[in-house]
C-alpha cells in the first residue's frame, strides 16, 4: 500500500507547476516537523511520570522516617516538625 502511495504522490509531484514545488516542499517540513513532535510528546510525558513517581515514593520515604524519628525520640510528630521548621507553631 505504501509503495502505490508513493508512486501517486511521485505522479502528482511531476505534474504540478514549478512554482508551487516551493510550497510542496514548504508542507512537507510542516508535516515532518510535527511529526517529529507528536512522538517526543510521549516520551516527555513518560519522563514527567517517572519524576512524579520518584517524588511521591521519596516523600513517602521522609514521612516514615520522621515517624520513626518521633518515636525513637518519645515526641509527638506534630512538635517534630515544629522543631525542624517544617510547620509554623500557630
Do not use: C, N
Not at 34 to 59: I, M, S, T
Not at 69 to 89: E, Q, Y
Amino acid at each position: 500500500m505504501a509503495a502505490v502511495a508513493r508512486e501517486q504522490v511521485r505522479d502528482l509531484i511531476e505534474g504540478l507547476p514549478s512554482e508551487s514545488l516551493q510550497e510542496l516542499v514548504r508542507f512537507i517540513e510542516l508535516l515532518r516537523f510535527r511529526g517529529g513532535q507528536e512522538a517526543k510528546a510521549p516520551v516527555v510525558e513518560g519522563e514527567l511520570l517517572g519524576y512524579v513517581d520518584r517524588v511521591e515514593q521519596e516523600d513517602a520515604e521522609r514521612a516514615q522516617a520522621l515517624l520513626e524519628l518521633s518515636r525513637l525520640r518519645k515526641i509527638p510528630l506534630a512538635a517534630l516538625l515544629t522543631d525542624f521548621g517544617l510547620v509554623s507553631d500557630a
